[in-house]
C-alpha cells in the first residue's frame, strides 16, 4: 500500500473542496466524497512511497516554522492514464517548491525503495484530487462542475502529515 507526507489545508479552504466533492456526487460523479475513512480529507501530497518509516517524523517536525504556508487553489486539472482523475492544481510558487524539496531531501532515508517517480522535484505537480477512475465520457462533466462550483481559493497549508497506507493511519506531524 502507499504511504505518503501530506499538507494539509486550514479549514475554510478544507470546506471549499469538500463541497466540490459533493458537488461531484450529487451530479453522479466519482468523488473523494466516496472514500469511507476517518482520515480521508483534502490534502496535497509532497511524497508517495511504497513504504515511509516513521522515523522521518521528527526531521519533518522541524518544518513547523515554515506553516501556515499561503497557496493558491486554481484550474481544474485531469490526470490521464486507463481512468482519469480530476484535481485541483495547487499553484505551485516559489515557497512550494522549496518547502517540496526540503520534504523530500528530509524523508528520502526513511523511503523504502524508490519515492514515486512522480514526486520528484521538478516532476511534481501539486493538486487536491477531486474524483478518480473517472471515464472518457464522465470528465466533460465533472469539469462543468468543478468550473461552475468555485474558482481560485487562496488558502493556507497549515499542517502536514504522514499516511500509513499499510495500517490506514495518520500521523499528524505540523499543526
Same mark, same amino acid.
Given at each position: 500500500m502507499t504511504h505518503s507526507i501530506e499538507l494539509l489545508l486550514d479549514a475554510r479552504s478544507d470546506a471549499v473542496i469538500r463541497s466540490l466533492w459533493r458537488a461531484l456526487d450529487e451530479?453522479?460523479?466519482?468523488?473523494?466524497?466516496?472514500?469511507?475513512s476517518s482520515t480521508n480529507r483534502p490534502? #496535497?501530497?509532497?511524497?508517495?512511497?511504497q513504504?515511509?518509516? *516513521? $522515523?522521518?517524523?521528527?526531521?519533518?517536525?522541524?518544518?513547523?516554522?515554515?506553516?501556515?504556508?499561503g497557496v493558491l487553489v486554481g484550474a481544474p486539472l485531469v490526470f490521464g492514464g486507463p481512468r482519469l482523475t480530476l484535481a485541483r492544481l495547487i499553484v505551485p510558487s516559489a515557497a512550494l517548491l522549496e518547502l517540496h524539496a526540503e520534504v523530500y531531501?528530509?524523508?528520502?532515508?526513511? #523511503?523504502?525503495?524508490?519515492?514515486?517517480?512522480?514526486?520528484? *522535484? $521538478?516532476?511534481?505537480t501539486p493538486h487536491v484530487t477531486l474524483g478518480r477512475r473517472l471515464t472518457g465520457e464522465q470528465i466533460g462533466a465533472a469539469l462543468e462542475v468543478a468550473n461552475r462550483a468555485v474558482g481560485e481559493v487562496a488558502a493556507d497549508a497549515v499542517g502536514l502529515r504522514?499516511?500509513?497506507g499499510d495500517q490506514r493511519v495518520d500521523y499528524p506531524l505540523v499543526g
Open positions: 451530479a453522479g460523479l466519482p468523488s473523494q466524497v466516496r472514500v469511507k490534502h #496535497v501530497t509532497l511524497l508517495a512511497a513504504r515511509i518509516g *516513521p $522515523g522521518v517524523d521528527e526531521p519533518l517536525r522541524g518544518l513547523r516554522d515554515r506553516f501556515p504556508l531531501r528530509l524523508a528520502r532515508p526513511q #523511503v523504502i525503495a524508490e519515492p514515486f517517480p512522480h514526486c520528484r *522535484p $521538478g516532476h511534481w504522514r499516511w500509513d
